[in-house]
Nanobody
Framework: QFQLVESGGGLVQAGESMTLSCSGS??????????ITWFRQAPGKEREGLLC????????TITASVKDRFTISRRDYGNTIDLQMNGLKPEDTAVYYC?????????????????WGRGILVNVSS
């Protein structure tokens, strides 16, 4: 069974950087052929989309609050998708999720995805 797996989270101090990675395991889905979106859900808040990268590398910024601080990129022949987070703030504390849409382009509705990862906690201390 296919699964998305996030890695790289943990505790970090405000102002520091952290990179999260999203990869897949199991048959049937190739991340390199699909659009991948990073989301987060802060305590007591709704889940929000952050950035999406299409199969061809086109990036869509979904949430303005992370623009110029967070970037999304592919490596490992497109099968690992990184979320580089710079200048982290305490309000960035959240569970971060990656999700896959088994199409080339990022969806108009960010939540139009086929699989979700289980999420990984990022805790930014002040």
């Amino acid at each position: 069974q296919f699964q998305l797996v996030e890695s790289g989270g943990g505790l970090v101090q405000a102002g520091e950087s952290m990179t999260l990675s999203c990869s897949g395991s199991g048959p049937g889905v190739t991340l390199a052929h699909s659009a991948i979106t990073w989301f987060r859900q802060a305590p007591g808040k709704e889940r929000e989309g952050l950035l999406c990268i299409s199969r061809n590398g086109y990036i869509t910024t979904i949430t303005a609050s992370v623009k110029d601080r967070f970037t999304i990129s592919r490596r490992d022949y497109g099968n690992t998708i990184d979320l580089q987070m710079n200048g982290l703030k305490p309000e960035d504390t959240a569970v971060y999720y990656c999700a896959i849409r088994m199409m080339a382009a990022c969806p108009k509705d960010a939540f139009d995805v086929n699989y979700w990862g289980r999420g990984i906690l990022v805790n930014v201390s002040s």
